[in-house]
């Protein structure tokens, strides 16, 4: 380990979703688990301690440090796509009418991340989609739909060498001549996800707007009306997020409250909450 990477590998060690990730560690423990001496871990549990990412617990165990949530905040006040796509997701699952979960989701490390979500009311599923959970790059709408809007040549770093790859290719070519992507039980059975790319920059999408519903209650008719909600949802935010890219800076009070917006059509006007 060197550099900047122990560090982050101290930190992984902390996510349970893993095999042998545990909420708490001694340092002789976070040694062995990676291989490194226990005189390296030590100098790195105490910066990291020190900076907040780290506490000491009980019977000298470490857990994770309240600096994250300082961060968090520092991004939901920061991040266009976080701070605009907050209020289109609440109007889009009132729009739908209908139990679902609305989320946004971006490229991350070669895998795709739910960054901010929001369920309508009496809503009774959950997508795996949960927030700050990388989800693989070939696997549901979400994260199909970023993929087919990446530049080729990075096709291959993301999903392999093109023979090896093919059929997965024309299926992405054709997400992406279709401007959306509706895919059923590919991450959790019975769900469906409607998604469609946030395009607010050159190159590419590399975020996306997904609805996730329940398999039983689309029909046809349903299925293109959701369809184009989101769509149209998609393409309001990529406006929004070029928007604000472009003005200056908003000021702190105009960043603790999201603009509310109507997602029906690109020039849906914004209504004061």
């Known amino acids: 380990m060197a550099g900047l990477g122990r560090y982050v590998d101290v930190l992984r060690l902390f996510d349970t979703t893993t095999s042998g990730g545990a909420e708490s560690w001694s340092v002789v423990a976070m040694a062995s688990a990676l291989g490194a001496p226990a005189s390296t871990l030590y100098r790195t549990v105490r910066e990291l301690t020190k900076a907040g990412f780290l506490e000491q617990a009980v019977d000298a165990q470490y857990s994770l440090g309240p600096a994250f949530i300082e961060y968090e905040r520092l991004l939901r006040i920061n991040d266009p796509l976080v701070r605009t796509g907050r209020g289109i997701l609440v109007d889009l699952v009132r729009q739908a009418g209908l139990p679902c979960v609305a989320l946004m989701a971006r490229l991350y490390n070669g895998e795709v991340m739910c960054i901010a979500d929001e369920a309508a009311p009496g809503t009774d599923f959950h997508s795996s ?9 070939t696997r549901g709408a979400t994260s199909k739909i970023i993929l087919a809007h990446r530049p080729s040549r ?6 392999g060498p093109r023979a090896a790859t093919v059929q997965l290719r024309k299926e992405l070519q054709a997400i992406r001549r279709a401007g959306h992507i509706v895919t059923a039980s590919e991450i959790d059975p019975g769900l469906t996800g409607i998604a469609a790319p946030i395009i607010a920059a050159d190159p590419g999408a590399s975020a996306s707007l997904t609805l996730v519903v329940r398999e039983e209650a689309l029909d046809e008719a349903t299925r293109r ?21 472009a003005a200056p800076p908003p000021a702190e009070e105009e960043k603790k409250v999201p603009h509310r917006v109507q997602v029906t059509s690109s020039k849906s006007k914004r209504r004061k909450d």
């Open 154 to 159: 990075e096709l291959t770093k993301l999903i």
């Open 129 to 137: 989609y949960e927030r700050g959970r990388p989800m693989p790059m």
């Open 225 to 245: 009306r959701l369809v184009l909600l989101v769509v149209s949802a998609a393409s309001l935010l990529a406006e929004e997020i070029r928007g604000a890219q």
